[in-house]
């Protein structure tokens, strides 16, 4: 081996250890780069499924518009008459608290309706329900006043003498839920409720809704 020969070794040997070099920063930036692609990914990915849930969470709450409940949620006699003789009767004057409880985010407005306490079937009263608004999330409450009357039909002497008299009444409130004043959608609700009177204690015993 010559002199040059040993000469030009040592630099050939360099300027393969500068090409690995090269090539293994190369690899790195390259392994770097696609990891922080993979990274950004990752984010908007997990962003897009927050914003989906949200989206969803939305629709299923605010944004669902439910059927408003119609009750009658209390009441107080002043008149309370009734005889289970010969011609068994009652005449009863009755002060009620009437809600509609509004779930939704907007508020609902009905329209005029009446409500009908009957007695098997036999309509025995009526009371007038005023066109009003439910705000969002609370109850319109109301006081109304009926007078309750009926005599000698079947089977009401044997429930005077039971002491319990039970009564249903019946109605239905049609309107709109407005949200957020752009969607509106029309809403009817059906007030169904059982009243059962305590004739001694001249009281309400039990009060039940559908």
Known sequence: MTDKDQEIH????????????????????????KKKRMKCLLYIAIFAVFQ?????????????????KFRVQFATFDTFNFSSNTNP?????MNAEVGVKNTNFGHYKFHNSTINF???GLIIGEAFVPEARARARSTKKFNIFVNLSLSNVPQLGSDLDSGVLSLKSKSTLNGKVELFKVLKKKKSTEMDCILAINLRQELIGDLRCK
């Open 118 to 120: 009957l007695y098997d």
């Open 89 to 93: 009767s009652f005449n009863i004057s």
């Open 10 to 33: 040592p630099t050939s040997q360099a300027n393969g250890h500068t090409k690995h070099d090269e090539e293994t920063a190369v690899l790195h930036s390259k392994e770097a780069r």
């Open 52 to 68: 989906t849930a949200i989206i969803l969470l939305f629709a299923l709450t605010v944004m669902k518009i439910r059927t408003p």
